[in-house]
């Protein structure tokens, strides 16, 4: 999605670091506005994740909102709830898919596949950091129970992952 939106915050690498982060963040610009779902979030606080100048910020959503494409785009994002943190805690089962190359077609598919054949619901799946974003994007499947040890031996066999992280509740260690 970055390379779409890339040319045009060529020219302001400042203000490119600001789109980048609104958009690893679902933050969406409404009329003038940077915010999370409802919340309006000021342009100090965006200045200061993005290290850069508040003024930025501000040029950042100007730019945003002269551009009918990037309105459309912007306009549209959303923050998305992600259970990997508390899924321990709640007795749930939390798998980190570290994969050999993004690009690989059907890990997912195929680990679900596993997952569901040992009769395990899926919660959530989350695709943290977009290829285009990090060279080592993850995916974290939650599931409503801790996965038994034979499917998560499975889960490294299929082609495309490169390994396996299990996340334990808090004060214990994950096991990978």
């Keep these: 999605m970055w390379e779409a939106l890339a040319e045009a915050f060529s020219r302001f690498p400042s203000q490119g670091k600001v789109a980048r982060l609104l958009v690893q963040h679902g933050f969406r610009v409404v009329d003038s506005k940077i915010l999370c ?10 200045a200061r994740a993005a290290d850069v100048d508040r003024r ?7 730019t945003i909102q002269a ?9 549209a994002l959303l923050p998305a709830c992600n259970l990997k943190e508390v899924g321990p805690t709640m007795g749930w089962g939390v798998l980190e898919l570290i994969p050999t190359s993004a690009q690989t077609v059907g890990i997912i598919a195929k680990t679900t ?9 899926l ?9 285009q974003f990090s060279p080592t994007p993850r995916a974290f499947i939650i599931t409503e129970q801790r996965l038994p040890p034979r ?14 992280v299990l996340y334990a509740p808090v004060g214990t260690a994950p096991t990978g």
């Design 113 to 121: 596949a596993l997952i569901a054949e040992a009769q395990i619901s």
């Design 56 to 62: 930025v910020v501000v040029a950042t959503v100007q």
């Design 37 to 46: 779902g409802t919340v309006k979030i000021n342009d100090s606080a965006i």
């Design 67 to 75: 551009d009918p494409h990037l309105r459309r785009v912007f306009g």
């Design 123 to 131: 919660r959530q799946i989350v695709i943290e950091d977009d290829p």
């Design 151 to 164: 499917i998560v031996e499975a889960i490294r066999r299929v082609e495309g992952v490169e390994g396996v």
